[in-house]
C-alpha cells in the first residue's frame, strides 16, 4: 500500500548506504573502508543536525498534544485513534470505546534508540508495558496493525537487547516482546480460513467479526512475513511464522501463467476478486518483503518467488518508480558492523546469522560492482543491480509527454536482449535502452 511521507522518505534516502557484511568486506578492499568511514561520518553529520531536530519537533509536540492517543493532528493540535481508522475508508465499525494505543509512541521507539536518547527510550517502554494493552474492543486492518504496531515492538526489542547499543538494561525485562507476543496471538484468529489467507480485517479482543469482508489485497496476505517471522524467531513459537508463510505459498500458488498477480481477492475462496496486475497500492510491499525475507532469513524459497515475479514485472509492465522500497534495504551506520534491513514502515531489523539457512550469493561482496552515475561512479550491490531500473528522467517540458521522433523499437517483441545492441531508444526522452543482466531492454540506471 502506498503511504506517502515524501518528507520521511527523503529523510531515509539520505541515510541509506548500500552495504554489505562489515567484516568480510573491510578484509576484502580497505578503499571501501575509508569511503565507508567517510559516508559514516556524513550520515553521522546528517543525523546529529538534520534529523533530531525533525524528529523532536514531530515527537514533542505529539506527545504534548496527542499522547497516549494514536495520532497528532498538528493543525488542530489534537489527537486522532487513527489505528481502527487505517484502512477504513468508509470508517465502519468505529467502536466506541477505543481511546488509542500510543500508536506514534510505538512507531518511534527505535527512533529513539537510532537518536541514543536512551532515557527516552526507556520511559516509554516503560509506559507501554504498564499502559499498554491489546484487549481492546477494536476492529483494526491486520496489514496496518502488523507493519506498524507488531514491527514496531519487535523492531524496538531486538535495538533493546542489543549489548552494543549501551542502553541501561536494567529496566528492561522483554516488555516489548511480551506485548508483541500478545498481539501476534491475536492476529491468529484471521488467519482461520479454508485456504490459509488471511482476513484484511479483525477485531482486537472479539476476532473476525460476524459477516466481516472476505476480500482483501495482495499486499494483506503477503506483506507479513517479515514481523511476525521476526517475532517467531525471537519467542521461540513458530505459530507466527507459519500462519504468513502459509499464506504467502498460498498467494503464490494463485499466480497467473505469467507470474503475474491480481490486486484483491476472496480470502474464504482463494479466488482473485480483481484480476489487474499492478506494482502500486494494495501490491508493492508484497515484492518488497519477498525480497527483504530473502536476506533476512537467508531462505532460497522467497528469492524462487521474487525472481519470477521480477522478470515478469520487468517484462510486462514496463518500468516505474517502484525502487523506494527496494532501496530501503540496508544501513548499518547508526550500529557500526552490523546489517539491517528496514520494513516497509522503516523498522530496523538486524540481518544475523542465525536466522539465516544460507548466505544469498548476492551478498558475496566480490560481487559487487562499480556502476557509472553522470559524474561520480557509485557503489551499487548485485541484488540493487538486479532490482533496480532507472527512474524515468523528466524531459523538462512541464510534465506533458512529448511524441518523439527518435524513438527506435526493440529487436524483439518480447523486450528480451543480449545485449545493448538489442534495445532501441526511448520516446520520452531519446535515450538508448540498455539490457539489464535479467535479459530485459529498458532504461536502467545501473549498467
Ligand atoms: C530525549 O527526549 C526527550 C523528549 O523529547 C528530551 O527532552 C531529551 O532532551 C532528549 N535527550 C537527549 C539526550 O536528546
Ligand atoms: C501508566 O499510565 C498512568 C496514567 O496515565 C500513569 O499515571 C502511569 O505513570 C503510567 N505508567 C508508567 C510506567 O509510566
Ligand atoms: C449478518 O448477515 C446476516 C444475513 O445477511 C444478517 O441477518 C445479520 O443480521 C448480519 N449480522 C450482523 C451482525 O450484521
Ligand atoms: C555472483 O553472483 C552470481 C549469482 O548471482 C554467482 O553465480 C557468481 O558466482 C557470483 N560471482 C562471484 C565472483 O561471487
Same mark, same amino acid.
Given at each position: 500500500?502506498?503511504?506517502?511521507?515524501?518528507?520521511?522518505?527523503?529523510?531515509?534516502?539520505?541515510?541509506?548506504?548500500?552495504?554489505?557484511?562489515?567484516?568480510?568486506?573491510?578484509?576484502?578492499?580497505?578503499?571501501?573502508?575509508?569511503?565507508?568511514?567517510?559516508?559514516?561520518?556524513?550520515?553521522?553529520?546528517?543525523?546529529?543536525?538534520?534529523?533530531?531536530?525533525?524528529?523532536?519537533?514531530?515527537?514533542?509536540?505529539?506527545?504534548?498534544?496527542?499522547?497516549?492517543?494514536?495520532?497528532?493532528?498538528?493543525?488542530?493540535?489534537?489527537?486522532?485513534? *487513527? +489505528? #481502527?481508522?487505517? @484502512? =477504513?475508508?468508509?470508517?465502519?465499525?468505529?467502536?466506541?470505546?477505543?481511546?488509542?494505543?500510543? /500508536? $506514534?509512541?510505538?512507531?518511534?521507539?527505535? *527512533? +529513539? #534508540?537510532?537518536? @541514543? =536518547?536512551?532515557?527516552?527510550?526507556?520511559?516509554?517502554?516503560?509506559?507501554?508495558?504498564?499502559? /499498554? $494493552?491489546?484487549?481492546?474492543?477494536?476492529?483494526?486492518?491486520?496489514?496496518?496493525? =502488523?507493519?506498524?504496531?507488531?514491527?514496531?515492538?519487535?523492531?524496538?526489542?531486538?535495538?533493546?537487547?542489543?549489548?552494543?547499543?549501551?542502553?541501561?538494561?536494567?529496566?528492561?525485562k522483554n516488555q516489548l516482546l511480551i506485548l508483541a507476543e500478545d498481539l501476534g496471538r491475536r492476529f491468529l484468529p484471521a488467519f482461520d480460513t479454508p485456504t490459509g489467507l488471511p482476513y484484511a480485517w479483525i477485531n482486537l479482543k472479539y476476532g473476525v467479526m460476524e459477516n466481516e469482508t472476505t476480500e482483501t489485497s495482495t499486499s494483506g496476505c503477503g506483506s507479513l512475513i517479515?514481523?511476525?517471522?521476526?517475532?517467531?524467531?525471537?519467542?521461540?513459537?513458530?505459530?507466527?511464522?507459519?500462519?504468513?508463510?502459509?499464506?504467502?505459498?498460498?498467494?503464490?500458488?494463485?499466480?497467473?501463467?505469467?507470474?503475474?498477480?491480481?490486486?484483491?481477492?476472496?480470502?474464504?475462496?482463494?479466488?482473485?476478486?480483481?484480476?489487474?496486475?499492478?506494482?502500486?497500492?494494495?501490491?508493492?510491499?508484497?515484492?518488497?518483503?519477498?525480497?527483504?525475507?530473502?536476506?533476512?532469513?537467508?531462505?532460497?524459497?522467497?528469492?524462487?518467488?521474487?525472481?519470477?515475479?521480477?522478470?515478469?514485472?520487468?517484462?510486462?509492465?514496463?518500468?516505474?518508480?517502484?525502487?523506494?522500497?527496494?532501496?530501503?534495504?540496508?544501513?548499518?551506520?547508526?550500529?557500526?558492523?552490523?546489517?539491517?534491513?528496514?520494513?516497509?514502515?522503516?523498522?530496523?531489523?538486524?540481518?544475523?546469522?542465525?536466522?539465516?539457512?544460507?548466505?544469498?550469493?548476492?551478498?558475496?561482496?566480490?560481487?559487487?560492482?562499480?556502476?557509472?552515475?553522470?559524474?561520480?561512479?557509485?557503489?551499487?550491490?548485485?541484488?540493487?543491480?538486479?532490482?533496480?531500473?532507472?527512474?524515468?528522467?523528466?524531459?523538462?517540458?512541464?510534465?506533458?509527454?512529448?511524441?518523439?521522433?527518435?524513438?527506435?523499437?526493440?529487436?524483439?517483441?518480447?523486450?528480451?536482449?543480449?545485449?545493448?545492441?538489442?534495445?532501441?531508444?526511448?520516446?520520452?526522452?531519446?535515450?538508448?535502452?540498455?539490457?539489464?543482466?535479467?535479459?530485459?531492454?529498458?532504461?536502467?540506471?545501473?549498467?
Amino acid at each position: 500500500m502506498v503511504r506517502c511521507n515524501c518528507g520521511t522518505w527523503i529523510l531515509i534516502f539520505l541515510v541509506i548506504s548500500p552495504t554489505i557484511f562489515h567484516k568480510s568486506m573491510s578484509e576484502l578492499d580497505p578503499r571501501w573502508v575509508a569511503k565507508k568511514r567517510r559516508m559514516s561520518h556524513k550520515v553521522r553529520k546528517i543525523m546529529a543536525v538534520f534529523l533530531p531536530f525533525r524528529f523532536y519537533h514531530a515527537y514533542d509536540n505529539y506527545m504534548t498534544y496527542a499522547f497516549p492517543h494514536d495520532e497528532l493532528k498538528p493543525l488542530a493540535k489534537t489527537f486522532t485513534d *487513527s +489505528l #481502527v481508522e487505517l @484502512g =477504513n475508508l468508509k470508517l465502519e465499525h468505529l467502536p466506541q470505546e477505543y481511546h488509542g494505543s500510543a /500508536l $506514534t509512541l510505538v512507531e518511534s521507539l527505535s *527512533s +529513539l #534508540v537510532i537518536m @541514543g =536518547n536512551n532515557t527516552e527510550f526507556e520511559r516509554a517502554v516503560l509506559w507501554l508495558s504498564e499502559n /499498554l $494493552t491489546f484487549d481492546v474492543d477494536a476492529r483494526i486492518n491486520l496489514f496496518e496493525c =502488523n507493519i506498524r504496531v507488531l514491527g514496531g515492538l519487535v523492531s524496538a526489542h531486538i535495538l533493546a537487547t542489543d549489548s552494543t547499543n549501551r542502553l541501561v538494561q536494567r529496566n528492561y525485562k522483554n516488555q516489548l516482546l511480551i506485548l508483541a507476543e500478545d498481539l501476534g496471538r491475536r492476529f491468529l484468529p484471521a488467519f482461520d480460513t479454508p485456504t490459509g489467507l488471511p482476513y484484511a480485517w479483525i477485531n482486537l479482543k472479539y476476532g473476525v467479526m460476524e459477516n466481516e469482508t472476505t476480500e482483501t489485497s495482495t499486499s494483506g496476505c503477503g506483506s507479513l512475513i517479515l514481523e511476525m517471522g521476526a517475532l517467531s524467531r525471537l519467542a521461540g513459537d513458530p505459530s507466527f511464522e507459519s500462519a504468513a508463510l502459509r499464506a504467502l505459498r498460498k498467494l503464490w500458488s494463485m499466480r497467473s501463467s505469467l507470474n503475474l498477480l491480481g490486486t484483491t481477492l476472496d480470502v474464504e475462496t482463494g479466488e482473485w476478486i480483481e484480476y489487474s496486475s499492478g506494482i502500486g497500492a494494495g501490491v508493492d510491499s508484497f515484492y518488497e518483503y519477498l525480497m527483504k525475507a530473502h536476506i533476512l532469513f537467508g531462505r532460497d524459497e522467497f528469492w524462487r518467488m521474487f525472481q519470477p515475479a521480477y522478470l515478469a514485472v520487468q517484462k510486462y509492465f514496463r518500468h516505474g518508480a517502484w525502487c523506494k522500497y527496494l532501496y530501503l534495504l540496508f544501513d548499518d551506520s547508526f550500529l557500526v558492523g552490523r546489517n539491517y534491513i528496514f520494513t516497509t514502515e522503516g523498522h530496523p531489523l538486524p540481518v544475523v546469522s542465525a536466522w539465516h539457512e544460507r548466505l544469498p550469493e548476492t551478498y558475496i561482496p566480490s560481487n559487487w560492482t562499480s556502476v557509472k552515475s553522470k559524474q561520480k561512479a557509485k557503489r551499487a550491490s548485485a541484488m540493487s543491480l538486479q532490482v533496480c531500473p532507472a527512474t524515468t528522467l523528466k524531459s523538462g517540458h512541464g510534465g506533458q509527454q512529448v511524441e518523439s521522433a527518435c524513438h527506435i523499437l526493440d529487436v524483439r517483441n518480447d523486450h528480451r536482449c543480449l545485449s545493448d545492441e538489442d534495445c532501441g531508444v526511448e520516446a520520452s526522452t531519446c535515450r538508448q535502452r540498455s539490457c539489464s543482466i535479467a535479459g530485459y531492454c529498458g532504461r536502467w540506471s545501473f549498467q
